[in-house]
C-alpha cells in the first residue's frame, strides 16, 4: 500500500520546487482541496484532524489557515504563507530544502576555492556548473553522492599514473567500487569537461589513461625488430618473434629501445585486423595504434625514435574519418615528426565510397572537421565534408 502523507509532509512536498530552493519563492499559497490531496493524506477525516492541530499549534497557526464549512466538517481551501516551510520540516524531522540547497552552495563554492580557475580544468568547470545549477534551485541529485566527490577530488590529486583498482582502494576502500559503481559517472563528467580535443572519438580507457587511472590492459604491440634493455640489464631482441610482441605497461616503464637493426620503414596501423594481417618483413616495424598512445607508450616509442636515421621512412594507416586524422596529428606531433599518410587520400576515399562503406558524418564531428587544420590529411578531411561521410577500416577490409 502506499504511505499516506501527512498535511506538514504535502504542504512541504508541494513548495519543494526550484523556484523555493533559489530562495525566490515569497508570500502565500492558496490550494483548494481536492480528491488528489484527500486520497494522499487518507481521506477527510485525517486532513480535518491535522488542520484543528495545526490551528492549535501557537508556532504555526499564524502561518496557516483553512477556509472551514458545514459546521467545521469539510474544508474547501487552505491558505499558508511561505515562511511556514521551515517550522513544518523541524515538526516532520527533516532538513529545508532551501537550507539544503545553502549548504550545497557553500560546499561547492568551498571545493571551487581550492580548484586552478584555469578554463582548461575539468574539474572545476563541474564545480562551477553544479554551482550554476544549484544557485537556480535546481535539484542536483550528485550532491547528494559523497563518494562521486572523493572519486573526482581523488583524480584530481593524481600525481603519478596508478592502477584502477589501485585508485579504487585507495579513495574508496574497495579496489572494486570504481569500476563496478563509479568510472562510468566519471568518465561522463570527463568527457563533458574536459579539454581533450580527442575525447568523442576516445574509449573509456582511454580518457581515464590521460587523467592517470591505468587499466591492466595496457600494452604495446608491433611485428618486427626492437632490441630494448631493461632496467635489470637484461636485453631483449625481436626479431625472434616472427608473429608479433607485447609488452605490457610495467615493461615499458622498465625498459628502453637501443637498436632497431635493419628498419627502414615504420608503420602505425590504426585497425587490429589491418595490423594482423601485416607479414613480418625484416626491413618493417608495424606498431599496432589502437588508438591514442599512452604516457608511456609515447615515452618508449621516443627513445625508438631517436635510433633511426634520415632514410628510414614512417607511415600511419588510420581509419579515414575525424578520429582517424586526429590520431595521425598526434602520432605526428608527439611522436614521429617525418609521419606520413598512407592509405588515406582522395583516391582510397572515393574506392571505399564505391564500396558503399561510408557511415554518415555527424553534426559534431562536421563543425570540429570544419575547423580543423588537418596538415598532410586536408585533402582527406575536404573530402569527408563534401560527401558527409567517414569511414572506418574494418569496413573496406
Known amino acids: 500500500m502506499k504511505k499516506l502523507l501527512t498535511l506538514s509532509r504535502w504542504i512541504i512536498d508541494k513548495t519543494n520546487v526550484d523556484s523555493y530552493r533559489a530562495g525566490r519563492l515569497q508570500g502565500e499559497k492558496h490550494p483548494c482541496i481536492d480528491q488528489s490531496l484527500l486520497n494522499q493524506l487518507g481521506g477527510m477525516a485525517n486532513l480535518l484532524k491535522q488542520a484543528e492541530e495545526m490551528e492549535r499549534d501557537a508556532g504555526l497557526n499564524k502561518y496557516i489557515r483553512f477556509d472551514w464549512r458545514d459546521m467545521g466538517k469539510d474544508i474547501t481551501k487552505m491558505h499558508y504563507s511561505i515562511d511556514i516551510i521551515p517550522l513544518l520540516c523541524k515538526k516532520e524531522g527533516i532538513e529545508d530544502s532551501l537550507e539544503k540547497q545553502r549548504r550545497y552552495i557553500e560546499k561547492i563554492e568551498n571545493l571551487l576555492s581550492e580548484v586552478s580557475r584555469a578554463e582548461t580544468n575539468w574539474l572545476y568547470s563541474y564545480y562551477n556548473s553544479l554551482l550554476v545549477r544549484l544557485k537556480q534551485g ?75 587511472i591505468l587499466s591492466y590492459a595496457q600494452v604495446l604491440e608491433w611485428k618486427g625488430t626492437v632490441i630494448y634493455r631493461l632496467d635489470t640489464g637484461k636485453t631483449v631482441d625481436t626479431s625472434d618473434f ?9 615493461t615499458l616503464e622498465h625498459s628502453k629501445p637501443i637498436a ?100 554518415d558524418l555527424e553534426e559534431r564531428k562536421r563543425r570540429s572537421l570544419e575547423e580543423m587544420k588537418a596538415g598532410e590529411l586536408e585533402e582527406l578531411k575536404e573530402c569527408i565534408l563534401k560527401y558527409g561521410v567517414e569511414i572506418e577500416q574494418e569496413m573496406v577490409i
Open 138 to 212: 535546481k535539484n542536483v541529485k550528485e550532491m547528494e553522492d559523497e563518494t562521486l566527490f572523493r572519486c573526482l577530488q581523488g583524480m584530481a590529486a593524481i600525481q603519478n599514473p596508478l592502477w584502477k583498482r589501485i585508485f579504487s582502494a585507495n579513495v574508496l576502500e574497495n579496489s572494486k567500487k570504481f569500476e563496478k559503481e563509479y568510472e562510468t559517472k566519471v568518465v561522463g563528467i570527463l568527457r563533458m569537461y574536459s579539454d581533450l580535443p580527442d575525447k568523442d572519438d576516445m574509449t573509456d580507457e582511454e580518457i581515464l589513461k590521460s587523467y592517470g
Open 260 to 359: 632497431i637493426p635493419h628498419i627502414r620503414k615504420i608503420m602505425t596501423i590504426e585497425n587490429k585486423a589491418n595490423y594482423e594481417n601485416m607479414v613480418y618483413e625484416k626491413d618493417t616495424l608495424y606498431i599496432y595504434c589502437h588508438g591514442f598512445f599512452s604516457p608511456k607508450e609515447v615515452k618508449f616509442l621516443n627513445e625508438l625514435t631517436k635510433l633511426t636515421d634520415e632514410n628510414v621512412e614512417f607511415l600511419h594507416w588510420g581509419d579515414m574519418d575525424f578520429g582517424g586524422i586526429r590520431i595521425f596529428l598526434f602520432n605526428k606531433e608527439k611522436i614521429f615528426p617525418k609521419l606520413k599518410p598512407y592509405k588515406m587520400g582522395r583516391e582510397c576515399f572515393l574506392e571505399a565510397i564505391g564500396k558503399n562503406a561510408g557511415i
Open 242 to 250: 616472427y608473429y608479433g610482441t607485447i609488452i605490457n605497461s610495467q
